[in-house]
């Protein structure tokens, strides 16, 4: 878990924080180490699932995405509604 940090090391550490802190200080630094690093993980997997969710919602989005029709599907009536739309889009409306 701690890569290539042994006991060894921890025990220097350790000894070095014990000195440097006192031994009253070593709880509270302990306990605030201990909310620290749980915090990091809540908010790691809370980004992680709202990722995950995101891309989910991507994906469905993309499979659901409305099929456009071309002109040759139009009614006469929605071909000319869709000429007007592109004129007036343009400023060419007369």
């Given at each position: 878990m701690l890569g290539s940090i042994g006991m060894p090391e921890l025990l220097v550490i350790f000894v070095?924080?014990?000195v440097v802190f006192g031994p009253r200080r070593m709880p509270e630094l302990g306990r605030a180490l201990g909310r620290t690093i749980a915090e990091?993980?809540?908010?790691?997997?809370e980004l992680q699932s709202t990722l995950e969710r995101e891309i989910d919602?991507?994906?469905k989005q993309k499979d659901s995405a409305p099929v456009v029709?071309?002109?040759a599907t139009l009614t006469p009536l929605q071909s000319e509604f869709?000429?007007?739309?592109?004129k007036s889009a343009s400023g060419h409306l007369g």
């Open positions: 070095i924080a014990l990091f993980k809540r908010a790691t997997s919602l991507d994906a029709a071309s002109d869709s000429d007007q739309l592109s």
